[in-house]
């Protein structure tokens, strides 16, 4: 159902664009968490925090190697986070590329890191209240890993609604589900109380949706995603090679990987890793 009276459907395309570039002071802020992410790029080890803290958590295991990191980003990006998005937007009638330019005014930081561990937390958290997610958890544990990350969330996700939150007016001009801020305050804090049994908070078309679903399954939580990417040939030439042969989404086949934060159910009770679907090689 389309809401006539969010301003992503009320005004003018320029005014969009014009709401979503903001003001001086908002683009230093947009060029400052673009600078973080690009540095963080350079220099990985900015970030290794993250993945020890990720891996405390039980999130992710020893992890793929740089190669598998990046074909792996490549995958998700091109199999779900394109199509799936095109698939959602297009059911609002939404023109899906003038929707990518709007967020990327918004905030270019959260078009430069589809997997989201070189990103500054403001642009974690930007990127969720910008868009309707598929499922947030993989962004929830994410934050988990930063000081703060899931406090300051929350917080914002309040400004939001109440509409104080500094980029109120940008984040107004993109989003198209004016319950989705509620939804996601609410999901957050179910996260925050208790990460095993959070209920998946699932976008329409990827609950109703097999093929969405399915791969939602590998993507949408950091467990089966990290799985996914270590999974990949971890050599330049051979990753390379599978790239340009591999068009559609492989059928998933068994393997272990860690349980997703929103999964409750383990092979057994103390065991570290269950068998989940996901991607060989």
């Not at 959602?88 to 709007?102: D, E, G, M, V, W």
């Not at 949408?220 to 340009?244: E, Q």
């Amino acid at each position: 159902m389309i809401d006539t009276e969010l301003a992503r459907f009320s005004e003018r395309p320029l005014t969009l664009l014009r709401r979503t570039l903001g003001t001086r002071k908002e683009i230093r802020g947009k060029v400052r968490r673009a600078s973080h992410t690009l540095a963080n790029y350079a220099n990985p080890k900015r970030v290794a925090g993250r993945f020890e803290r990720l891996q405390v958590l039980g999130y992710i295991g020893g992890g793929p190697n740089r190669t598998q990191f990046i074909f792996g980003s490549m995958d998700m990006f091109r199999f779900f986070i394109v199509p799936c998005a095109a698939d959602y937007y297009r059911s609002k009638n939404i023109t899906f590329a003038f929707h990518a330019l709007l967020r990327f005014l918004d905030d270019p930081a959260s078009m430069m890191d589809p997997t989201g561990f070189m990103s500054h937390r403001d642009a974690i958290i930007g990127h969720l209240m910008q868009v309707t997610h598929a499922d947030p958890v993989y962004d929830l544990q994410l934050l988990a890993a930063i000081d703060d990350g899931l406090s300051e969330l929350e917080s914002q996700l309040l400004q939001i609604i109440d509409g104080t939150h500094p980029r109120a007016e940008s984040i107004g001009a993109i989003i198209e589900d004016a319950e989705y801020h509620q939804r996601l305050l609410e999901h957050v804090r179910e996260f925050m109380a208790d990460p095993a049994h959070c209920k998946p908070l699932l976008r329409e078309n990827v609950a109703n949706n097999p093929h969405f679903g399915e791969i939602a399954g590998t993507f949408g939580d950091l467990p089966s995603a990290i799985g996914y990417f270590a999974s990949l040939p971890d050599r330049p030439l051979p990753a390379l090679r599978r790239l340009l042969r591999t068009r559609k989404f492989p059928r998933p086949q068994a393997r272990a990987v860690e349980p997703a934060a929103n999964d409750s159910e383990r092979a057994d009770g103390n065991a570290p890793h269950h068998v989940e679907g996901g991607q060989a090689a």
